[in-house]
């Protein structure tokens, strides 16, 4: 079966720091992968999207980027962070073919 | 125009009660899919239902059924029977495909589902 894996589960940064988050797929090729920010008492904003190696599509400006290295390992990162970078980033995964979207535990962002 | 509306931030039912969460969705695509996810308060999105344009049938899956209304572009979720652990975020989402770019998803804004002993 299919697992998906995002960690840190938590993360406090000053403003000004780097980012690194992570999130892997086991149990499934070439998966479409996205990564969404949920802001407090909020919907889910999606930031990018991934459909193989190195393909990155970025839907909103932003001071963070994603890069996707291996076919199922999807990263997400920023030279320096913001206090507005605070939120709930989640990961996500479709299969080739498959509408549902499923999605991982998420990684709890709290910039000071 | 929004993609996704969910217009209760919040709903309160009895235990062992039936509760429909609404959502309507704007799209002009023929094929589309419709989900409905949870969220409890530790943060995971769970895949509840799932609900293709072209089904005829309502989806149900468990103690959750989808009221897909095409015509009027909904797409409610209904959970019969409610529980405690029924207590969450519920998010309604649309599946759209984009010429060039693939899928694309939207979610709408949420509905905060609680239930009462």
């Known amino acids: 079966s299919q697992t998906i894996h995002q960690w840190p589960a938590t993360l406090v940064q000053p403003v000004g720091s780097p980012l690194s988050l992570e999130c892997t797929v086991e149990?499934?090729?070439?998966?479409?992968l996205y990564w969404y920010r949920q802001a407090a008492g909020r919907g889910l904003q999606l930031l990018f999207y991934?459909?193989?190696?190195?393909?990155i599509s970025s839907e909103v400006p932003q001071n963070l980027s994603a890069s996707r290295p291996q076919d199922r390992q999807f990263i997400l990162s920023s030279k320096k962070l913001l206090l507005s970078d605070s939120g709930f980033y989640l990961c996500?995964?479709?299969?080739?073919?498959?509408?549902?979207?499923?999605f991982g535990p998420g990684t709890r962002l709290t910039v000071l | 125009a929004q993609k996704i509306t969910q217009t209760q931030p919040g709903m309160f039912v009895q235990e062992k009660e039936a509760v429909t969460l609404d959502c309507t969705y704007d799209?002009?695509?023929?094929?589309?899919?419709l989900f409905w996810y949870k969220q409890p308060s530790s943060g995971e999105m769970i895949f509840l239902i799932y609900?293709?344009?072209?089904?005829?049938q309502n989806a149900t899956e468990g103690r959750y059924s989808l009221n897909f209304q095409k015509a009027r572009k909904s797409a409610n979720l209904v959970i019969s029977a409610s529980q405690l652990g029924d207590s969450a975020m519920y998010f309604c989402?649309?599946?759209?495909?984009?010429?060039?770019?693939?899928?694309?998803?939207?979610f709408g804004t949420g509905t905060s589902l609680t239930v009462i002993p």
């Open positions: 799209t002009s695509d023929q094929s589309y899919g």
């Open positions: 996500a995964w479709t299969g080739r073919g498959s509408d549902t979207q499923y």
């Open positions: 609900q293709g344009s072209y089904d005829e």
């Open positions: 991934s459909v193989g190696i190195g393909q």
């Open positions: 149990g499934t090729s070439n998966p479409n």
């Open positions: 989402a649309m599946r759209e495909h984009v010429v060039n770019t693939g899928n694309q998803f939207y």
